[in-house]
């Protein structure tokens, strides 16, 4: 059971991964990036991570990407005006792709043993576990990564501020 | 500029206090007053059902009147419609025949009498306009319809039946009616 | 199959049936208060005072013209209302309807599922929420549409994180983010209003924003954006849309009755009754009159006050309801300490 969802939902993630860069609408790839995200929400739930699958839902799906496609929205992109690429371009642009794929594969190749994918304790996933984690053990990166969050909020808020004369 | 009434209000534009800064006390304001008209009387008259009492002075859709034998009073003068500022009544008048004098009050009647109910304006000149007190106009509300020639009353829907009389007591001011009951005047003189 | 799985089944079909029946009756009890609080009388035609109203606007919803405009992009169009309407069917999940019954000699829970991250949970699905509205609005190729759908989406967000804020004193407090524990907390008449009175204020004012309600209907006003986000919509997909804004305005009263009054917790009556299954149905009845009366509160603000503008709203989101959310934590924080709660 757990198995048969896993491979769905891994199917389900790669192939709306693949229509995020195939389609040609851009809404249609942040769609499609939304279903990837909830292919992936699925895969902590699976690993009993629901706190992780919770917020990635709300953050990435229900904040992030919809701030994205707020602004694609606005944007109005469609096929007409799309700037056309040339094929020279194009091949180039598969080639560096291609190039960072070898690369991907050939790391993952050698570091095959990452033997069992679930945790050794299944609650390490939950709520209390996670927050005494990070208040303990990771207090310092924690608080800091916070203040790189104030820095990144001052920083919108000052490129959106009116200029004042 | 010296005011007119004592009812103008100076507008100042002030700083809000704290309290109005916070809504909160504006909206329990606004939702007493809301809650309060949860339980007032209903303004509302379930129409068809239940009628609201017009006033006298009402003018609604007219009616051509019969005498107390039941022959109708238009004698086709056509003062209605001479009268008439929106052009609205129409008619074709004809000679009475032998045996219809139970129908027809003089030897004169209309023959077609309409009104354009969508060019009538509801003034009430034609019934001030005619002498034989013929038409009225009544508080009753001319209905809706889906087509403009439905509009057209004919004498069909004009005159009253004479079983089914329509009471125009009110419009037909004491005043008025005396003065029209003086026999020597001319538009009373029975022709026969 | 187990006799949980079947009583879950029997239990997530009520919730449905009741969910569905509510809604159409609020539309009913929305013209009946907007009428008594206007000095009318609303429907009254069908059937003895009207009650038949909701199956004659659903008639007419279902034997109106489905129109999919020509320009639209048809799947996301249809997919649209889909969307909204699953969203707000799915938060009924964890709320507790009740404490358990026995049947038996075997307890059933009254709550579809208990996950541990209740409250997050309802967060994740209203978030998901406003991708209805978006997507939508985008699809129908209509500007209107479109102003609506970036209102929409920008309000439910600026909302959620004040929402947020507030939820958290809530769990600083509780110590869970499971929704059956915060409600069975509140036994006793121990309500979390009570300790969080500036939490349930902040929460009620973003709940009134999430379901796109009056004073913040901004994505659909009628008089600005001829109906916002569903102004190229017809037929039942129009009713979809309607309808998915009373589930969620039921599904928002059942989240503040149990965060913050208490959910099915009867103060005193429990020394009165002895049977245990008879006290489970009547706190259900108990949360659902609560529930009852925020929809009638949600509907008694709407016809009260009038619409803010888009600025007014932004502005008492982001620098009136934000902050003041955040003072909370740390007002609760402080007092927690204060009381030797933490240490």
Not at chain 1, 60 to 85: D, R, T
Not at chain 2, 51 to 67: C, F, N, P, T
Not at chain 2, 78 to 91: D, F, N, S, Y
Request: overall charge positive; some cysteine.
């Amino acid at each position: 059971m757990t198995l048969s969802i896993f491979y769905f939902l891994s199917f389900l993630a790669i192939l709306s991964a693949l229509m995020v860069v195939v389609s040609k609408n851009p809404i249609h790839s942040v769609l499609y990036l939304i279903i990837t995200f909830f292919a992936i929400a699925g895969h902590y739930v699976l690993l009993n991570a629901q706190f992780l699958a919770a917020v990635h839902v709300i953050v990435y799906a229900g904040a992030i990407m919809v701030l994205f496609l707020y602004v694609i929205m606005m944007l109005n992109l469609n096929a007409e005006v799309e700037p056309h690429k040339s094929v020279w371009l194009k091949s180039a642009a598969t080639v560096a792709g291609g190039t960072l794929m070898v690369v991907l594969v050939g790391a993952l190749r050698t570091s095959a043993s990452v033997g069992s994918p679930l945790p050794a304790d299944a609650n390490i996933g939950l709520i209390k576990t996670l927050g005494k984690t990070l208040y303990k053990d990771f207090m310092l990166p924690f608080e800091i990564s916070s203040i790189l969050f104030l820095a990144a909020m001052v920083g919108a808020v000052m490129l959106g501020k009116k200029e004042t004369k | 500029m010296q005011s007119l009434t004592n009812r103008s209000k100076v507008v100042v534009k002030k700083e809000m206090t704290f309290s109005e800064r916070i809504y909160l006390p504006a909206i329990l304001g606004g939702l007493r007053i809301t809650l309060k008209h949860l339980f007032k009387k209903k303004a509302t008259i379930q129409y068809p059902e239940v009628k609201r009492e017009m006033a006298g002075i009402y003018r609604g859709q007219h009616v051509l009147k019969r005498d107390e034998n039941g022959a109708e009073r238009c004698t086709a003068c056509g003062l209605c419609a001479v009268a008439c500022p929106a052009e609205a009544i129409t008619m074709t008048a004809a000679e009475r025949s032998k045996g219809d004098e139970k129908l027809y009050r003089e030897e004169k009647y209309a023959k077609v009498y309409e009104i354009n109910m969508l060019r009538c304006i509801f003034c009430g000149l034609c019934e001030e306009a005619c002498p034989k007190e013929a038409i009225f106009l009544t508080d009753r509300i001319v209905p809706t319809d889906f087509k403009r020639g439905e509009f057209i009353y004919g004498k069909d829907k004009l005159v009253e039946g004479v079983n089914n009389r329509v009471d125009v007591s009110i419009r037909q001011t004491t005043s008025v009616a005396e003065f029209k009951q003086v026999p020597n005047l001319q538009h009373n003189r029975l022709s026969n | 199959m187990s006799s949980a799985l079947i009583f879950t089944t029997i239990l997530i079909i009520v919730i449905f049936t009741i969910t569905l029946v509510i809604a159409m009756y609020s539309t009913y009890g929305e013209r009946k208060v907007a009428a008594f609080l206007q000095d009318r009388i609303g429907p009254n035609r069908a059937g003895p005072f009207g009650i038949l109203q909701p199956m004659a606007d659903g008639v007419k919803m279902f034997m109106k013209e489905e129109i999919i405009p020509d320009m639209s992009n048809k799947w996301l169009f249809i997919l649209g209302p889909c969307i909204a309407m699953t969203t707000a069917l799915m938060t009924s999940a964890v709320i507790p309807w009740g404490n358990s019954l026995s049947i038996g000699g075997e307890s059933y829970s009254l709550q579809v599922t208990d996950v541990n991250i209740g409250i997050l949970y309802i967060f994740g699905v209203v978030s998901i929420g406003v991708y209805g509205i978006m997507i939508g609005g985008w699809a129908s190729n209509n500007k209107y549409s479109l102003m609506g759908a970036l209102r929409a989406s920008s309000q439910m967000i600026s909302y959620e994180v004040a929402m947020g804020l507030a939820i958290i004193a809530l769990v600083m407090m509780t110590g869970t983010l499971s929704v059956k524990e915060i409600a069975a907390q509140q036994s006793g008449g121990n309500w979390n209003v009570i300790y969080q009175p500036l939490g349930f204020i902040i929460f009620l004012v973003c709940a009134f924003a999430e379901c796109n309600r009056t004073p913040f209907d901004l994505p659909e006003c009628e008089t600005e954006l001829v109906g916002g986000y569903h102004t190229e919509y017809s037929s039942m997909k129009l009713g979809f849309y309607l309808f998915a804004e009373y589930i969620n305005m039921f599904i928002s009263s059942a989240v503040i009755s149990t965060l913050y009054f208490g959910g099915y917790n009867m103060p005193f009556i429990a020394r009165f009754i002895s049977d245990p299954n008879l006290l489970t149905l009547l706190g259900t009845a108990f949360l659902f009159a609560k529930i009852l009366f925020f929809i009638f509160f949600f509907m008694w603000i709407r016809w009260t006050i009038p619409r803010f503008r888009y600025d007014q709203l932004m502005n008492l989101g982001w620098k009136g309801l934000i902050p003041l959310s955040i003072a909370n934590i740390f007002i609760t924080a402080l007092i927690m300490w204060l009381t030797g709660k933490v240490s």
